[in-house]
């Protein structure tokens, strides 16, 4: 089976090591895999590339998504929920309460990212994007003072702090969403739901789940 990953994707949500996909997701597949007894390979594709491939029948699956990022949703059949993504904005001290009192701030965001809960204040400009190549670069902007506030994936905010503890000096970070990650299956896959959120499940009440991201010192709620 072949799974598809995006390349920008943070590490230690994923590594490239030598061209060869690392970290928590490419274990996880590959802990599906075994679970269904079968091959698997992982690529690691730019993030416009994977719907096609979906679509076409060059991936069978794809994680770490939710339906409002996809535009073939209705195409895709969609697993059971893995866990919580937390979106968080990250800015100096003290941080607004809310969205809407946000004026005109540039945000460091990631290129080719949708934020859902966001848009309405891209639109209206009271946030203004600010688009970096990944998520790293983005905290190493921070860092540097370059950007004042970021949209960061709270996983990946984590494990940069833990080499980069002077990044929350000052700051403070707000919830913008919580998102149920889930993995997107190929119209064109053999694998049928069933079996795969059967594989899930068995990755859930192992703990093995839980225990990829312990591996990295972080935590996240699994579902």
């Given amino acids: 089976m072949r799974a598809g990953v995006p390349i920008t994707l943070p590490p230690p949500l994923l590594f490239l090591d030598q061209n060869t996909p690392q970290g928590i997701l490419p274990e996880f597949i590959s802990s599906l895999a075994q679970i269904l007894g079968r091959e698997h390979s992982v690529l690691a594709l730019a993030r416009p590339r994977i719907p096609v491939y979906l679509e076409k029948g060059k991936l069978d699956f794809f994680c770490y998504t939710i339906p409002a990022w996809s535009p073939i949703k209705d195409k895709l059949t969609w697993s059971a929920p893995l866990f919580l993504k937390r979106e968080i904005i990250v800015g100096p001290a003290p ?15 990631s290129l080719d990212y949708t934020y859902p809960n966001l848009n309405p204040y891209f639109q209206d400009k009271s946030l203004v994007r600010e688009d970096a190549p990944t998520d790293e670069a983005n905290l ?8 004042s506030y970021v949209v960061i994936d709270e996983v990946f905010f984590d494990y940069f702090k833990n080499n980069h503890p002077e990044i929350e000096e000052k700051r403070q970070r707000l919830l913008v969403q919580e998102y149920p990650i889930a993995c997107a299956i190929s119209p064109h896959s053999k694998l049928t739901k069933k079996e795969f959120d059967g594989a899930v499940q068995k990755l859930k009440t192992s703990k093995k789940l839980e225990a990829l991201f312990k591996k990295y010192n972080l935590s996240v709620q699994v579902l």
């Fill in 140 to 147: 190493k902007k921070l860092l540097s003072n370059r950007v």
């Fill in 95 to 109: 941080l607004p309460k809310s969205l809407d009192e946000f004026k005109g701030v540039v945000i460091g965001t």
